[in-house]
Protein backbone atom coordinates (compact mmCIF):
# COMPACT_ATOMS: atom_id res chain seq x y z
CA UNK A 1 0.00 0.00 0.00
CA UNK A 2 0.89 3.48 -0.66
CA UNK A 3 -0.78 7.16 0.05
CA UNK A 4 -1.90 8.07 -3.14
CA UNK A 5 -0.76 11.15 -5.22
CA UNK A 6 -3.32 14.30 -6.14
CA UNK A 7 -3.21 16.58 -8.73
CA UNK A 8 -5.41 19.72 -7.35
CA UNK A 9 -5.72 23.39 -9.51
CA UNK A 10 -4.71 25.98 -7.94
CA UNK A 11 -7.65 28.24 -8.65
CA UNK A 12 -9.76 29.75 -5.99
CA UNK A 13 -12.60 27.72 -6.55
CA UNK A 14 -10.69 24.58 -5.70
CA UNK A 15 -9.93 25.58 -2.28
CA UNK A 16 -13.45 24.48 -0.76
CA UNK A 17 -12.84 21.01 -2.22
CA UNK A 18 -9.25 20.72 -0.54
CA UNK A 19 -10.15 22.41 2.94
CA UNK A 20 -9.35 18.82 4.51
CA UNK A 21 -6.31 18.23 2.43
CA UNK A 22 -4.82 21.81 4.08
CA UNK A 23 -6.64 22.24 7.27
CA UNK A 24 -7.66 18.49 8.26
CA UNK A 25 -6.15 14.80 8.42
CA UNK A 26 -6.87 14.32 5.18
CA UNK A 27 -3.65 16.22 4.10
CA UNK A 28 -1.57 13.43 6.12
CA UNK A 29 -2.60 10.65 4.05
CA UNK A 30 -1.70 11.64 0.28
CA UNK A 31 0.62 13.44 -1.85
CA UNK A 32 -0.89 16.50 -3.14
CA UNK A 33 0.47 18.99 -5.71
CA UNK A 34 -0.91 21.49 -7.26
CA UNK A 35 -0.98 22.87 -10.96
CA UNK A 36 -3.16 23.95 -14.40
CA UNK A 37 -7.09 22.07 -15.15
CA UNK A 38 -5.16 21.05 -18.09
CA UNK A 39 -2.15 19.72 -16.53
CA UNK A 40 -3.97 17.72 -13.52
CA UNK A 41 -5.17 15.77 -16.96
CA UNK A 42 -1.92 15.06 -18.28
CA UNK A 43 -0.66 13.51 -15.26
CA UNK A 44 -3.32 11.39 -14.40
CA UNK A 45 -2.75 10.77 -18.10
CA UNK A 46 1.10 9.87 -17.62
CA UNK A 47 0.29 8.01 -14.38
CA UNK A 48 2.07 10.62 -12.55
CA UNK A 49 -0.61 11.17 -10.13
CA UNK A 50 -3.54 8.94 -9.73
CA UNK A 51 -6.54 11.07 -8.41
CA UNK A 52 -6.84 14.33 -9.87
CA UNK A 53 -9.71 17.01 -10.44
CA UNK A 54 -10.13 16.60 -14.20
CA UNK A 55 -11.41 19.36 -16.50
CA UNK A 56 -14.86 17.60 -17.72
CA UNK A 57 -13.30 17.56 -21.52
CA UNK A 58 -10.32 14.90 -20.23
CA UNK A 59 -12.57 11.76 -19.59
CA UNK A 60 -13.66 11.92 -23.45
CA UNK A 61 -9.77 11.47 -23.84
CA UNK A 62 -7.81 9.64 -20.95
CA UNK A 63 -8.69 6.29 -20.60
CA UNK A 64 -9.17 4.05 -17.56
CA UNK A 65 -10.55 6.43 -15.28
CA UNK A 66 -13.10 6.56 -12.23
CA UNK A 67 -15.48 9.24 -11.24
CA UNK A 68 -15.80 10.06 -7.32
CA UNK A 69 -19.51 10.58 -7.40
CA UNK A 70 -20.87 13.61 -6.40
CA UNK A 71 -18.94 16.26 -6.38
CA UNK A 72 -18.04 18.66 -8.96
CA UNK A 73 -16.68 22.62 -10.24
CA UNK A 74 -20.17 23.41 -12.09
CA UNK A 75 -22.35 26.30 -12.51
CA UNK A 76 -26.21 26.75 -12.77
CA UNK A 77 -25.85 30.62 -13.08
CA UNK A 78 -23.11 32.72 -14.72
CA UNK A 79 -19.51 31.05 -13.27
CA UNK A 80 -18.16 35.23 -13.73
CA UNK A 81 -14.39 32.38 -14.15
CA UNK A 82 -14.87 31.54 -17.77
CA UNK A 83 -14.97 34.62 -20.03
CA UNK A 84 -14.88 35.09 -23.70
CA UNK A 85 -12.70 38.63 -23.56
CA UNK A 86 -13.48 40.67 -26.69
CA UNK A 87 -12.74 43.76 -28.52
CA UNK A 88 -15.84 43.45 -31.34
CA UNK A 89 -19.44 42.45 -30.63
CA UNK A 90 -19.17 38.77 -31.07
CA UNK A 91 -21.18 38.46 -33.77
CA UNK A 92 -17.67 40.14 -35.46
CA UNK A 93 -15.66 37.54 -34.08
CA UNK A 94 -13.36 35.84 -36.06
CA UNK A 95 -10.33 34.98 -34.89
CA UNK A 96 -10.22 33.14 -30.93
CA UNK A 97 -7.02 32.76 -28.44
CA UNK A 98 -7.65 30.21 -26.31
CA UNK A 99 -6.12 30.17 -22.73
CA UNK A 100 -3.59 27.03 -22.84
CA UNK A 101 -4.91 26.07 -19.26
CA UNK A 102 -8.36 25.14 -20.67
CA UNK A 103 -9.53 21.44 -21.69
CA UNK A 104 -13.53 21.84 -21.42
CA UNK A 105 -13.88 25.76 -21.92
CA UNK A 106 -11.58 25.30 -25.25
CA UNK A 107 -14.43 23.19 -26.19
CA UNK A 108 -17.22 24.46 -24.44
CA UNK A 109 -16.84 27.78 -26.69
CA UNK A 110 -16.26 25.80 -29.51
CA UNK A 111 -20.17 24.21 -29.05
CA UNK A 112 -21.46 27.54 -28.10
CA UNK A 113 -20.31 29.47 -32.10
CA UNK A 114 -21.04 26.44 -33.71
CA UNK A 115 -24.64 25.84 -32.16
CA UNK A 116 -25.56 29.15 -31.35
CA UNK A 117 -23.32 32.15 -32.06
CA UNK A 118 -22.40 31.71 -35.66
CA UNK A 119 -19.57 29.06 -36.97
CA UNK A 120 -16.26 29.68 -39.15
CA UNK A 121 -14.38 30.79 -36.15
CA UNK A 122 -10.69 30.21 -36.16
CA UNK A 123 -9.39 29.26 -32.43
CA UNK A 124 -5.63 29.57 -31.19
CA UNK A 125 -4.20 28.20 -27.92
CA UNK A 126 -2.04 30.64 -26.59
CA UNK A 127 -1.49 31.85 -22.36
CA UNK A 128 -3.60 33.47 -20.53
CA UNK A 129 -2.61 37.09 -21.08
CA UNK A 130 -5.00 39.25 -22.51
CA UNK A 131 -3.60 42.06 -23.69
CA UNK A 132 -1.38 39.77 -25.77
CA UNK A 133 -4.69 37.58 -26.85
CA UNK A 134 -6.33 40.53 -27.95
CA UNK A 135 -3.38 42.16 -29.85
CA UNK A 136 -3.59 39.38 -32.01
CA UNK A 137 -7.00 37.98 -32.10
CA UNK A 138 -10.58 39.49 -32.06
CA UNK A 139 -10.93 38.05 -28.33
CA UNK A 140 -9.58 35.62 -26.07
CA UNK A 141 -10.99 32.78 -23.87
CA UNK A 142 -9.48 33.49 -20.06
CA UNK A 143 -10.26 30.70 -17.23
CA UNK A 144 -9.95 30.51 -13.15
CA UNK A 145 -8.53 33.42 -11.54
CA UNK A 146 -7.06 35.64 -14.22
CA UNK A 147 -10.76 35.91 -15.83
CA UNK A 148 -11.55 36.88 -11.87
CA UNK A 149 -9.17 39.56 -12.49
CA UNK A 150 -10.69 40.82 -15.53
CA UNK A 151 -11.90 44.58 -15.40
CA UNK A 152 -14.88 44.00 -17.54
CA UNK A 153 -15.69 47.25 -17.63
CA UNK A 154 -12.87 47.57 -20.21
CA UNK A 155 -14.01 44.81 -22.64
CA UNK A 156 -17.05 42.68 -24.21
CA UNK A 157 -17.09 40.03 -22.26
CA UNK A 158 -19.52 36.82 -22.69
CA UNK A 159 -19.76 34.26 -19.26
CA UNK A 160 -19.36 30.40 -21.02
CA UNK A 161 -21.51 29.28 -17.96
CA UNK A 162 -24.86 31.81 -18.31
CA UNK A 163 -24.45 31.16 -22.16
CA UNK A 164 -24.83 27.65 -21.91
CA UNK A 165 -27.44 27.69 -19.34
CA UNK A 166 -29.20 29.99 -21.16
CA UNK A 167 -29.36 27.94 -24.35
CA UNK A 168 -29.64 24.67 -22.89
CA UNK A 169 -31.47 25.01 -19.79
CA UNK A 170 -28.77 23.00 -18.13
CA UNK A 171 -25.85 23.47 -15.37
CA UNK A 172 -22.40 23.15 -17.12
CA UNK A 173 -20.28 21.04 -15.34
CA UNK A 174 -16.50 22.20 -15.46
CA UNK A 175 -14.49 19.49 -13.78
CA UNK A 176 -14.71 16.78 -11.26
CA UNK A 177 -12.70 14.19 -9.25
CA UNK A 178 -11.33 10.92 -10.94
CA UNK A 179 -9.26 8.27 -9.73
CA UNK A 180 -6.63 5.98 -12.25
CA UNK A 181 -8.53 2.62 -11.51
CA UNK A 182 -5.15 0.66 -11.89
CA UNK A 183 -3.90 2.78 -8.81
CA UNK A 184 -6.75 1.54 -6.39
CA UNK A 185 -5.22 -2.02 -6.15
CA UNK A 186 -2.16 0.25 -4.22
CA UNK A 187 -4.68 2.14 -2.36
CA UNK A 188 -5.38 1.27 1.14
CA UNK A 189 -8.65 -0.91 1.03
CA UNK A 190 -10.46 0.75 3.90
CA UNK A 191 -9.99 4.28 2.89
CA UNK A 192 -13.44 5.75 1.48
CA UNK A 193 -12.50 7.90 -1.30
CA UNK A 194 -15.86 9.27 -2.24
CA UNK A 195 -16.29 9.90 1.65
CA UNK A 196 -13.00 11.97 1.96
CA UNK A 197 -13.82 14.28 -0.74
CA UNK A 198 -17.26 14.72 -0.28
CA UNK A 199 -16.63 15.21 3.20
CA UNK A 200 -13.87 17.75 2.73
CA UNK A 201 -15.95 19.42 -0.24
CA UNK A 202 -18.76 20.05 3.13
CA UNK A 203 -15.97 21.37 5.46
CA UNK A 204 -14.73 23.42 3.17
CA UNK A 205 -18.19 25.32 2.18
CA UNK A 206 -18.91 25.75 6.05
CA UNK A 207 -18.79 29.55 7.38
CA UNK A 208 -15.94 29.66 9.32
CA UNK A 209 -13.87 27.98 6.37
CA UNK A 210 -15.23 30.41 3.43
CA UNK A 211 -14.49 33.18 6.07
CA UNK A 212 -10.62 32.01 5.81
CA UNK A 213 -10.41 31.54 2.61
CA UNK A 214 -11.84 35.01 1.36
CA UNK A 215 -9.31 36.11 4.09
CA UNK A 216 -6.74 34.11 2.22
CA UNK A 217 -7.52 35.29 -1.22
CA UNK A 218 -8.78 38.19 -1.83
CA UNK A 219 -5.42 40.05 -1.45
CA UNK A 220 -4.04 37.63 -3.68
CA UNK A 221 -6.44 38.40 -6.64
CA UNK A 222 -6.96 41.82 -5.92
CA UNK A 223 -10.79 41.73 -5.36
CA UNK A 224 -12.85 41.93 -1.42
CA UNK A 225 -13.80 39.62 0.79
CA UNK A 226 -17.14 39.65 0.01
CA UNK A 227 -16.81 38.73 -4.14
CA UNK A 228 -14.64 36.05 -2.94
CA UNK A 229 -17.69 34.57 -0.95
CA UNK A 230 -20.56 34.92 -3.52
CA UNK A 231 -18.20 33.81 -6.10
CA UNK A 232 -18.04 30.82 -4.09
CA UNK A 233 -21.61 30.23 -2.59
CA UNK A 234 -23.61 31.65 -5.95
CA UNK A 235 -21.41 31.47 -9.19
CA UNK A 236 -19.66 27.78 -8.24
CA UNK A 237 -21.95 24.81 -7.66
CA UNK A 238 -19.88 21.90 -5.98
CA UNK A 239 -22.55 19.14 -6.94
CA UNK A 240 -22.33 16.27 -9.42
CA UNK A 241 -26.20 15.99 -9.29
CA UNK A 242 -28.59 13.98 -11.56
CA UNK A 243 -29.09 18.04 -13.40
CA UNK A 244 -25.22 18.69 -13.70
CA UNK A 245 -24.98 14.82 -15.17
CA UNK A 246 -27.93 15.30 -17.44
CA UNK A 247 -25.27 19.05 -18.17
CA UNK A 248 -22.65 17.10 -18.40
CA UNK A 249 -24.21 14.21 -20.86
CA UNK A 250 -24.90 17.35 -22.91
CA UNK A 251 -22.04 18.54 -23.38
CA UNK A 252 -19.98 15.29 -24.67
CA UNK A 253 -22.76 14.49 -27.66
CA UNK A 254 -22.50 18.66 -28.60
CA UNK A 255 -18.59 18.33 -28.53
CA UNK A 256 -18.39 15.22 -30.02
CA UNK A 257 -20.66 16.20 -32.86
CA UNK A 258 -18.63 19.55 -33.78
CA UNK A 259 -15.37 16.99 -33.52
CA UNK A 260 -14.31 19.11 -30.26
CA UNK A 261 -13.62 16.09 -28.41
CA UNK A 262 -13.70 12.85 -29.28
CA UNK A 263 -17.03 10.10 -28.23
CA UNK A 264 -16.76 10.42 -24.43
CA UNK A 265 -16.53 6.56 -23.20
CA UNK A 266 -19.37 4.92 -20.76
CA UNK A 267 -18.55 6.69 -17.38
CA UNK A 268 -17.90 4.86 -14.58
CA UNK A 269 -18.23 5.83 -11.02
CA UNK A 270 -16.11 4.67 -8.31
CA UNK A 271 -18.06 2.64 -6.03
CA UNK A 272 -21.58 2.65 -7.99
CA UNK A 273 -22.92 1.94 -11.39
CA UNK A 274 -22.35 3.23 -14.30
CA UNK A 275 -24.13 5.71 -16.11
CA UNK A 276 -23.75 5.79 -19.64
CA UNK A 277 -22.63 8.89 -21.12
CA UNK A 278 -24.00 8.76 -24.65
Known amino acids: MRRL ?31 LPS ?37 RRPVRSILLVSKVPVEKIRTVALDTSSMTSAALIKVL ?24 HDAGL ?18 LAEEWIRDTGKPFVFAFWAVRSDALREAAPAQDLAAVFQQSRDHGLEPRSLDHIAREWAPRLGIGEAEVRSYLTENIYYQLDV ?3 EGLQLFY ?7 ALPAAPQMHFLGAASAAIV
Open 113 to 136: FEKWLGGGRTFTPMSPNIDEMLAA
Open 142 to 159: VIGDPALRIDRSRYLTLD
Open 5 to 35: RIAAISYLNTAPLMWDFEHGHAGREFDISYT
Open 243 to 245: SCL
Open 253 to 259: RYAAEIG
Open 39 to 75: ACARALQAGTADIGIIPAAAYAQVPGLLVLPGVAIAS
